[in-house]
């Protein structure tokens, strides 16, 4: 949307028909563009990333990072995340009004970010997503260079931690042209990522199944 836009989350009981099946229902967002890409839930807790468009997006005192990075308020389509910063919010859906702010940071460097998708283990948040900046934060990392035009990112936060103990993994997956996570999963230690790149030097493995970029 070329309009402002807020990211909302809404828990709705399918069992109950009419207005008695919304349970709970909250606007999450600055004055800026504001967008909610992926969730994850554990009990009553929602657990959302995507991107914030502008300073005053809501940040809790525990935040890994709570200085908005990107600049400006976010540019509209086609190149919205130009000037934002990615965003894990935890929500405690039983509680009303800002109780509810359980966790919330900002996530990016000076270049835009976006938080495509997160998945959950115990305390640890797993959020895959792009960046356009060299100055993303990086933690253990596999690559901790910035390749070019954009990259992937898979970053590991403990939301049960506050500031920068909470970064407990966090790298660079591209190359040289624009690459972006757009789905994360894990099987134990081992965090599976997915996406579309751009790069014909994206890394590949000796026993990939195609080492060749096939693309225009």
């Given at each position: 949307p070329a309009a402002p836009t807020d990211a909302f989350v809404t828990r709705l009981d399918?069992?109950?028909?009419?207005?008695?099946?919304?349970?709970?229902?909250?606007?999450?967002?600055?004055?800026?563009?504001?967008?909610?890409?992926?969730?994850?839930?554990?009990?009553?807790?929602?657990?959302?990333t995507g991107v914030a468009g502008a300073p005053n997006f809501p940040v809790s005192p525990n935040a890994f990072d709570s200085t908005f990075a990107g600049g400006a308020p976010c540019a509209p389509p086609p190149n919205p995340f130009a000037t934002c910063d990615a965003f894990v919010t935890r929500l405690d859906t039983r509680s009303a009004g800002a109780a509810g702010l359980e966790y919330s940071t900002f996530l990016g460097g000076d270049g835009g970010e976006i938080g495509r998708d997160i998945t959950l283990r115990d305390d640890d948040t797993f959020i895959a997503g792009v960046t356009a900046s060299a100055n993303f934060p990086m933690a253990d990392a596999y690559d901790d260079s910035f390749n070019g035009v954009q990259d992937a990112f898979v970053t590991r936060l403990d939301t049960g931690e506050a500031g920068q103990a909470a970064l407990e993994y966090s790298t660079y997956l591209g190359g040289s042209n624009a690459d972006e996570g757009f789905g994360i999963a894990?099987?134990?230690?081992?965090a599976f990522i997915a996406g579309p790149t751009g790069s014909p030097d994206f890394p590949t493995t000796g026993n990939a199944y195609d080492s060749t970029f096939n693309g225009g």
């Open positions: 399918t069992r109950k028909p009419g207005s008695a099946g919304l349970e709970y229902s909250t606007y999450l967002g600055s004055s800026g563009n504001d967008e909610g890409f992926s969730m994850a839930v554990r009990r009553q807790e929602a657990f959302l894990l099987k134990g230690s081992d």
